[in-house]
T-cell receptor, first 110, second 115 residues
């Protein structure tokens, strides 16, 4: 079983749609959680950290459920520029190394 | 502020040759990390420096890989001798010491092809 599991997609959605990605992690001692965005042949870029209370940054909302070991990302009013691969990333407790999911591909269509 | 930089952006070498990758972290970031993505797989951790010290090298695949960070600034990752399975994209990342959330910022990567 992978440490971080994501649906690979692709998710094909029209502009303006709301789309949600989910992610599960296996290490219950994980302490920090992130969503990174990766464009084709580019480096991962930090989109947002995920807090236990949930957090929002503009059109993006992240939620964490520690009991279920589940993380989500909601994108509202999708833009063409949101097309990318979204990586669920977890920091296992006691180490700074990040554990990556394989990513969920989003394609926003006009 | 300049981001993490890596050199070269691409490298094509033959099996058995040596390649050295370089990473310059964001200024002031004591933590430096190497990661690798091989074709079709997720990004995997290789090792972590705090200043010039190796904090965690549990992800290094074998002793053909040698990482250094002399002086605690830039880092190099040498692969000697390279094998076909070493092909992939090597990312470097850095973070601040005081970052409790361990947010890491990635460089553009070096795409290594071993033929």
């Amino acid at each position: 079983r992978k440490e971080v599991e994501q649906d690979p997609g692709p998710f094909n959605v029209p502009e303006g749609a709301t789309v949600a990605f989910n992610c599960t992690y296996s290490n219950s001692a994980s302490q920090s959680f992130f969503w990174y965005r990766q464009d084709c042949r580019k480096e991962p870029k930090l989109l947002m950290s995920v807090y236990s209370s949930g957090n929002e940054d503009g059109r993006f909302t992240a939620q964490l459920n520690r009991a279920s070991q589940y993380i989500s990302l909601l994108i509202r009013d999708s833009k063409l520029s949101d097309s990318a691969t979204y990586l669920c990333v977890v920091n296992p407790g006691g180490r700074r190394a990040l554990t990556f999911g394989s990513g969920t591909r989003l394609q926003v269509q006009p | 502020e300049a981001g993490v930089t890596q050199f070269p952006s691409h490298s094509v070498i033959e099996k058995g040759q040596t390649v050295t990758l370089r990473c310059d972290p964001i200024s002031g970031h004591d933590n430096l990390y190497w990661y690798r993505r091989v074709m079709g797989k997720e990004i995997k951790f290789l090792l972590h420096f705090v200043k010039e010290s190796k904090q965690d090298e549990s992800g290094m695949p074998n002793n053909r890989f040698l990482a250094e960070r002399t002086g605690g600034t830039y880092s190099t990752l040498k692969v000697q001798p390279a094998e076909l399975e070493d092909s992939g994209v090597y990312f470097c990342a850095s973070s601040q010491s005081a970052s409790g959330l361990y947010e890491q910022y990635f460089g553009p990567g070096t795409r290594l092809t071993v033929t």
